[in-house]
């Protein structure tokens, strides 16, 4: 099984084995979009744009058991490993997360595989730019329901905000 089933929880196994949304009626250029869909009947559905979502942090809690990838699985550079592991706290939460507020000490300055950005979804889990949206939203779901539960209030300000994300 690839890093990027293993840290999602199977989203891509998932969305392989969904059939494919019917397009037969869409050009090219609105088959290409990554914004848009259809829905069937010809009703275009809008795909959920990826937005973090204040005061959630699921994706904080950095050693997240044995159905999650090990750092050794994601990075090939040993450095990176080892400042991974530095930031595992002994409840397993990143030390730069704040319990209190749920908000990151470090955030403007937190290491690149703590930001959740097409260029890094690319380098360490092969996900192209166009599928970058898709995988983020379901990776973060994934890992909301895992942290907190599938009927969890995060899981419900997650899948608000995207749903209510503008493109624009």
């Not at 690839?2 to 059939?19: E, F, H, Q, V």
């Not at 950095?62 to 550079?77: A, H």
């Not at 403007?108 to 192209?128: A, H």
Request: charged share 30%; glycine share 6%.
């Amino acid at each position: 099984m690839s890093t990027l089933m293993n840290l999602c929880l199977g989203t891509i196994d998932m969305a392989a084995r969904r059939p494919p949304p019917n397009t037969k009626t869409a050009s090219k250029t609105e088959r290409s979009s990554n914004i848009s869909s259809f829905a069937g009947f010809g009703r275009e559905k809008k795909e959920p744009l990826w937005r973090c979502v204040e005061n959630c942090g699921a994706c904080c809690k950095l050693d997240k058991g044995p159905s999650f990838v090990t750092p050794e699985e994601i990075f090939d550079d040993p450095g990176d490993v080892e400042l991974y592991r530095s930031m595992i706290g002994p409840d397993g939460w990143c030390v730069h997360f704040e319990k209190s507020t749920r908000k990151c000490s470090i955030y403007p300055d937190r290491p690149y595989f703590c930001r959740v950005e097409e260029d890094v979804f690319k380098s360490l889990y092969g996900i192209d730019k166009k599928k970058f949206n898709k995988e983020a939203c379901g990776c973060c779901r994934d890992t909301i329901k895992a942290i907190y539960g599938a009927n969890s209030k995060e899981l419900d300000n997650f899948n608000r905000a995207v749903r209510s994300s503008d493109p624009n």
